[in-house]
């Protein structure tokens, strides 16, 4: 009997299945606390602010003359100025309207005039890290779980760091979702994998999940790809192994510049050049390789992720690491305690 036939047989109704839904975010005013890249560090340089849309407002990043960088509610907290707008002095964010100026922790040391500055005059202020060639801003009071470093230490590696364009429609736990997504990584990256199951592999945290991944690109007629693999909360995709007799260090981070909006970054790194031209040219190579590598991945996923209408439904065996992450998702810690300041 076919399923058609067992189903008539049974006279079902058609309802569609679905599972507990997953909290888009912004949904009842809240975001996952997660780490989330805003911006890359080179966007940033000594004494200069850029502003940026982060969660459902608005920031600014800016790095001071000594280098360090902070990443700060974006509307002056005297009449509400777009701090993109002003300029960095010192160690200090300068509003462009009456010129009060901000420390790199958001409290207002000075006004234009020589008033003095209110108590209350403040700015959010973002726990913030620079790493991989990238800004990152935690949302959330305290950053319960750190971006993960390589084995390698980062000043030993060379990164490429680079948009990808457009953005997504969907959140960044969407893009995220692919990952343990084990049939799209069949049907759509078309991976030939080594081992025959992806859940028994995953080490899972309160917040990460990671595998060895041993799979051949092109449905086996590729290169080999022995990588670790993994995302953590709900923002970045991460892998270091193998590929192609180099030794690879990749992210794919996902900003949320809106409630179901995402820019995908990559940050691409191999380990850094002896100074040499040879090196020089396989550090170059290294990084085309893996900037085509990930925009393919990227690409290949486009189609689904803009008309997609994510709803965890009805789901198999296959599917058991995705519903795991799916769960993880759906019971992250959540807050928005920049609401009043960002917009
Ligand atoms: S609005 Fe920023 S100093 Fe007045
Ligand atoms: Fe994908």
């Known amino acids: 009997m076919t399923t058609k036939e067992a189903a008539a047989s049974l006279d079902r109704k058609r309802v569609r299945p679905r599972s507990t839904p997953v909290p888009a975010e912004g949904e009842n005013g809240l975001f996952t606390e997660s780490w989330f890249p805003v911006c890359l560090s080179s966007e940033v340089g000594p004494g200069q602010v850029i502003g940026r849309q982060f969660l459902d407002g608005r920031i600014v990043v800016f790095r ?35 010129h009060w100026e901000f420390d790199a922790d958001g409290w207002c040391e000075k006004t234009g005039l020589g008033d003095p500055p209110p108590a209350s005059a403040c700015l959010y202020r973002f726990h913030s890290v620079e790493k991989f060639g990238l800004v990152w801003a935690f949302n959330g009071e305290d950053p319960w779980w750190e971006i993960p470093d390589y084995p390698k230490a980062e000043e030993e590696l060379a990164f490429s760091v680079s948009y ?33 199951w992806l859940y028994d592999r995953i080490d899972w945290t309160d917040h990460s999940m990671e595998y060895d991944l041993e799979a051949r690109l092109d ?10 693999v993994g995302i953590y909360g709900t923002s970045f995709f991460r892998l270091y192994g193998e590929f192609m007799g180099q030794w690879i260090a990749a992210l794919t981070a996902f900003h949320l510049v809106a409630p179901g909006r995402t820019q995908v970054y990559y940050s691409l790194g191999t380990t850094r050049s002896d100074g040499s031209p040879e090196d020089d040219a396989r550090v170059a190579m290294t990084h085309d390789l893996l900037f085509r590598l990930g925009k393919s991945i990227v690409t290949d996923d486009r189609p689904i ?20 992450y799916l769960g993880m998702v759906r019971d992250f810690p959540r807050s928005h305690e920049s609401a009043d300041f960002i917009n």
């Open 164 to 196: 990808d364009v457009p953005a997504l429609p969907v959140d960044p736990w969407v893009v995220c979702a692919n990952t343990p997504d084990w049939q799209h990584l069949k049907a759509v990256h078309r991976l030939n994998f080594d081992h025959e």
């Open 219 to 228: 449905q086996g007629e590729g290169p080999a790809l022995n990588a670790r």
């Open 305 to 324: 992720l803009h008309s997609i209408r994510y709803t965890p439904g009805v789901m198999t065996r296959s599917d058991r690491a995705l519903a795991h």
């Open 64 to 98: 001071d003359e000594t280098g360090l960088v902070s990443v700060l509610s974006a509307y002056c907290p005297h009449l509400g100025a777009d701090l993109a707008a002003g300029k960095v002095v010192g160690t200090r964010i300068q509003c462009g309207f009456h």
